[in-house]
């Protein structure tokens, strides 16, 4: 997704908001997540990641939710350090954040969360609009006990994020929007695209092969990326059932309607926010 300048105020950088800008540009797009720009591979090797994948997959938990939804989420760092939630993007899970978590603070309590219909998290029938994501983290943080965090999040993580913020202002010290938008204006052309990929998802069937063509240009990436950090996130999408890639694109991702959607809550936004 695009960025944006139609987002509430944009604060100094401090404390979890410098470092986010400091790594974010570069890290981020070496994690190639799912939702944001594709590109050409670059040829030259990719950085070696300094966590162990198998030992960070195995240390998620899940955290069953008053409203009938199980949230998978990892919760690392200083228990009693200022609590930072990062949250994904479309067709992503927690392990989006890998490449960038060696380069945080310690002194910060980092809680990964895998989104509802993504990950590890269940798959409801219904209903995945940003509101129903949001929800589901305010609740993860009610029974972890995390009365107030940094919430940031990249491409549908940012929304989330963003109506995190705008609904449980008093829970938001700071939010952070990664590669977000607050959608088209009416009546201002698109630019057009060279590949329309919300086109070739409603294209998809059953199973979804993570080698196919369509899933190698999903996870492509304008940098080199560990190829076995890549293979197990295209699996893990993969996994992910049609009818969820489905619904967050129609609900959570409405191409209709989402600036107006977004813009009538924005007000809402007080929390000091950094855009990248």
């Known amino acids: ?160 994020a963003q109506t995190f913020a705008e609904y449980w202002p008093e829970r938001t010290a700071h939010v952070v929007l990664i590669s977000s938008t607050g959608g088209l204006p009416p009546g201002r052309l698109k630019k057009p695209r060279q590949f329309d990929f919300a086109a070739e998802i409603r294209k998809l069937k059953e199973p979804i092969e993570a080698d196919s063509p369509f899933m190698i240009a999903w996870w492509d990436s304008p940098t080199p990326v560990d190829p076995d950090f890549i293979r197990r996130q295209r699996k893990d999408a993969a996994g992910i059932p049609l009818r969820v890639w489905l619904a967050v694109l129609d609900q959570a991702l409405p191409a209709n309607n989402i600036y107006g959607d977004l813009q009538s809550t924005l007000p809402r936004l007080k929390a000091p926010t950094l855009l990248i």
């Open 1 to 160: 997704m695009s960025k944006t300048h139609t987002r509430a105020q944009v604060s100094p950088c401090r404390n979890v908001l410098g470092i986010f800008l400091v790594l974010c540009g570069s890290l981020l797009a070496a994690s190639a997540t799912g939702s944001s720009g594709r590109g050409a591979s670059a040829a030259k090797p990719p950085p070696r990641l300094e966590v162990d994948l198998d030992a960070f997959d195995a240390s998620k938990k899940s955290m069953a939710l008053p409203n009938g939804e199980s949230l998978a989420y990892i919760d690392r760092g200083e228990r009693t350090g200022p609590a930072v939630v990062l949250i994904h993007g479309y067709t992503d899970n927690a392990r989006d954040w890998v490449p960038m978590l060696p380069y945080l603070s310690k002194r910060y309590r980092l809680i990964l969360v895998d989104i509802r219909g993504h990950g590890q998290s269940s798959k409801p029938e219904c209903c995945y609009t940003r509101l129903d994501f949001a929800y589901d983290i305010k609740l993860l943080l009610d029974a972890l006990g995390v009365q107030k965090a940094d919430i940031v999040g990249h491409s549908l993580g940012s929304i989330i």
